[in-house]
């Protein structure tokens, strides 16, 4: 139902008022960001009560969820809601370990470094947490699991009893008793399962699970892997979109995701802004898409940077998998995966900066890859932008809602509201937010060093986590 509100809602819901909720790793005015500590990866699991960030050190952090949605008593918890309904959920650090290290190839004399590209959660077993992680050429599988703390107690030695020339007395057997272990707390323990290496040649970009539980793929710039959990020493290439000779290669993967529910269909972006859908069904080597989404040509002469903004930064599929999400440099933009005609709506983000492509080309800005998300109702959708600054966008039919947050403990504190444009009714395509050129209007102002690249949504609640610099900031409505 949650994924398919977007099509049936027959009204808009109100726009949400966001409000800030917590702050981990909050560094203060003037403080030096190291840069092994910036955040490169957000991820929540599917029942939301975890949470886990990567960051350019390698490591990967994980936090749980520690508010009255986890606390025993339903139907008083329940009351308790109805009252406060706008009780958030709240987060506290569990524990962080080191999952990959700077490695070097030899045979190409290439250094891998150890950043977390990706982290997508596994499925639960046994109250043990499961997720895998990548950094450019290497996927782990980890589990993690609380350890009780063991300690042997009522050992037979007294000190009371003094020892005579070395010896300590007899004891009678009456007095003999058998030591006992107890367990005092616990501690949460990680440890690497299994290891996904040598399989690709390129920077790996995407891992995405399989809702059979089972396989999980794994995408570079020009190849996409199907791997079995269990199996590490084998997988099975599904794309390759490599040219015979590489002066012919016109265009690179940029991002891959399973279908949420159907096992068999994934998707795939690429550098020239399509999108192409795959079944697994129809051939061993899926090259030949069974759909292909993309935006119509618009009239008017293209520039040296059409394909560079055209190019797709990262896709969501909707929680039902019916729609799905793309964000390149400019837009934002929702697709219905039965209409491949174009896009449902899109959604202007960075169009006040089309007069400083020059300048965003000359810094390397005009490459930055921003992530996107989805909430769980299908009702809103979420990406980043410069000065730390994220956007919120209703995209249900008829919504106008729109809105421009800073990732600080006062997200709306330069917020100047603009009014939506009106929909227009051209092949159900609508365009929003182009008015508003930064929170404050004014795309000078914008500091495109302080860039919030990754962000999560919350899978049943209207709650956002978001990556700026080394700070993890969330927010709800």
């Known amino acids: 139902?949650?994924?398919?509100?977007?099509?049936?809602?027959?009204?808009?819901?109100?726009?949400?008022?966001?409000?800030?909720?917590?702050?981990?790793?909050?560094?203060?005015?003037?403080?030096?960001?190291?840069?092994?500590?910036?955040?490169?990866?957000?991820?929540?699991?599917?029942?939301?009560?975890?949470?886990?960030?990567?960051?350019?050190?390698?490591?990967?952090?994980?936090?749980?969820?520690?508010?009255?949605k986890n606390s025993s008593g339903g139907a008083r918890r329940d009351l308790e809601e109805a009252d406060y309904p706008l009780r958030h959920p709240e987060f506290r650090y569990k524990t962080e370990f080191q999952s990959h290290d700077p490695e070097f190839d030899y045979l190409k004399s290439l250094e891998i470094e150890e950043k977390i590209n990706k982290i997508r959660w596994c499925q639960t077993a046994n109250g043990?947490?499961?997720?895998?992680?990548?950094?450019?050429?290497?996927?782990?599988?980890?589990?993690?699991?609380?350890?009780?703390?063991?300690?042997?107690?009522?050992?037979?030695?007294?000190?009371?009893?003094?020892?005579?020339?070395?010896?300590?007395?007899?004891?009678?057997?009456?007095?003999?008793?058998?030591?006992?272990?107890?367990?005092?707390e616990s501690s949460p323990v990680a440890r690497c399962r299994r290891v996904y290496s040598h399989a690709h040649d390129y920077h790996i970009n995407s891992i995405s699970n399989n809702s059979d539980g089972e396989t999980f793929i794994s995408a570079d710039d020009l190849r996409i892997n199907l791997w079995n959990l269990e199996?590490?020493?084998?997988?099975?290439?599904?794309?390759?979109?490599?040219?015979?000779?590489?002066?012919?290669?016109?265009?690179?993967?940029?991002?891959?995701?399973?279908?949420?529910?159907?096992?068999?269909?994934?998707?795939?972006s690429s550098s020239?802004?399509?999108?192409?859908?795959?079944?697994?069904?129809?051939?061993?080597?899926?090259?030949?898409?069974?759909?292909?989404?993309?935006?119509?040509?618009?009239?008017?002469?293209?520039?040296?940077?059409?394909?560079?903004?055209?190019?797709?930064?990262?896709?969501k599929f909707a929680k039902e998998g019916r729609y799905l999400l793309s964000r390149d440099y400019m837009t934002l933009k929702l697709w219905d995966i039965n209409m491949d005609s174009g896009p449902v709506s899109t959604f202007q983000v960075h169009e006040h900066l089309k007069p400083k492509l020059c300048d965003l080309y000359e810094n390397d800005s005009i490459f930055d890859k921003f992530e996107c998300c989805i909430s769980g109702n299908g009702l809103r959708a979420a990406t980043g932008s410069y000065s730390n600054l994220f956007r919120v966008f209703g995209v249900s039919p008829g919504s106008?809602?729109?809105?421009?947050?800073?990732?600080?403990?006062?997200?709306?504190?330069?917020?100047?509201?603009?009014?939506?444009?009106?929909?227009?009714?051209?092949?159900?395509?609508?365009?929003?937010?182009s008015e508003s050129a930064g929170v404050d209007g004014n795309s000078d102002a914008l500091d495109y060093t302080t860039k919030l690249l990754h962000l999560a949504w919350h899978p049943s609640e209207n709650s956002i986590a978001c990556a700026a610099g080394n700070s993890l900031y969330m927010y709800y409505a």
């Open 231 to 268: 199996i590490t020493n084998q997988s099975f290439n599904i794309v390759d979109v490599k040219p015979e000779k590489m002066e012919d290669l016109s265009e690179v993967i940029t991002s891959a995701e399973f279908h949420p529910t159907h096992c068999n269909m994934l998707a795939y």
């Open 400 to 433: 106008t809602e729109t809105a421009s947050l800073e990732a600080s403990r006062n997200p709306t504190r330069r917020h100047v509201p603009v009014p939506s444009s009106p929909f227009k009714a051209l092949s159900r395509v609508v365009s929003r937010g």
């Open 272 to 315: 020239k802004g399509s999108i192409r859908l795959i079944d697994l069904r129809q051939s061993a080597l899926c090259d030949s898409h069974s759909k292909l989404f993309e935006e119509p040509e618009a009239a008017g002469s293209k520039s040296f940077f059409t394909e560079i903004i055209a190019s797709v930064s990262d896709i």
């Open 1 to 68: 139902m949650n994924g398919e509100v977007v099509a049936a809602s027959a009204e808009p819901s109100p726009p949400l008022e966001w409000r800030f909720s917590q702050v981990f790793g909050e560094r203060s005015a003037g403080e030096e960001v190291h840069e092994v500590d910036v955040i490169s990866a957000i991820q929540f699991d599917n029942s939301g009560d975890h949470l886990a960030t990567g960051d350019r050190g390698g490591r990967v952090v994980l936090f749980e969820r520690t508010d009255a």
């Open 128 to 184: 043990a947490l499961f997720l895998l992680s990548t950094n450019d050429k290497t996927i782990k599988f980890w589990k993690v699991q609380d350890k009780k703390i063991k300690k042997i107690c009522d050992v037979n030695s007294d000190p009371s009893r003094t020892v005579v020339n070395g010896e300590v007395p007899e004891a009678n057997s009456s007095s003999l008793r058998l030591p006992v272990v107890t367990s005092h």
